[in-house]
């Protein structure tokens, strides 16, 4: 028996038409945006930090993020974000002005402690497919 005989023309452009079909969904699915933006903390830009972007409640898709280096974050296309709404989280440390000795090794080195910002900032971000995704983030410290 040969194999044309089994496999027919409409059954063959049906497989096609599909192949096609899977293509495009999983091309929008896998749609990526870059995203960018700048990290101020009490009115000046944050020397270095962390920037993480997760899916609000209710939305589904990756999560990113990225280094904060004098105040400015990039997200390339290719690691980004998909259209959405996302949580946005920030971290960063400072000096504490202490000193703490290692007990094994007897060696001090400087602590560092977690930048706490003032309560009720939550931080979120809208990703387009057809905006730029740059965002402005501006941090008061908790006092």
Known sequence: MRFDRIVNKPFI???LLLAALSAIGCSRSAGRNAVSG???LDGKPLENGAISF???PGEKGPSSGSSINNGEFTIAKKQGL?????VVVIRTSKLSGRMLRDPETGK???ETVSVRFREGETLE???SDDGTNRF???LNTAR
């Open 13 to 15: 452009s049906v497989l």
């Open 38 to 40: 700048t990290v101020t």
């Open 54 to 56: 997760s899916p609000a």
């Open 82 to 86: 998909p259209a959405g709404k996302y």
């Open 108 to 110: 001090s080195y400087p």
């Open 125 to 127: 971000a809208t990703v």
């Open 136 to 138: 402005e983030f501006q």
